[in-house]
């Protein structure tokens, strides 16, 4: 499994805070509580960065279901918004 996290920063979120850009188990370890771990590896992470909270985005399509479903699981909320993109190209 690997799990990507980025430090930032913003007014909404009261200070600091954690994004997770990646997150992936490889198929033959889902089910395994690879990903839980993952997460809370994650989330003491950001405790000892004095983050306060941490914050992901799933697509809003249905084959990404199961993993809203298993966020919401570890205790993620929807916060709404959708993520956006802009190129800045060469």
């Known amino acids: ?21 990646e997150f992936y188990v490889v198929p033959e370890y889902r089910s395994r509580k690879l990903g839980a771990m993952l997460l809370a ?13 941490l914050e992901v985005t799933t697509p809003p399509l249905p084959e990404f279901e199961r993993t809203l479903n298993f966020y919401q699981a570890h205790g993620f909320s929807i916060a709404g918004g959708r993520k956006l993109k802009a190129e800045l190209g060469a």
Not at 5 to 18: D, I, K, N, P, V
Not at 41 to 53: N, Q
């Open 41 to 53: 590896a994650a989330r003491e992470y950001g405790r000892s960065r004095g983050w306060t909270r």
């Open 1 to 21: 499994g690997f799990v990507a996290l980025t430090e930032t920063r913003s007014l909404y979120a009261g200070g600091t805070f954690g994004i997770i850009p």
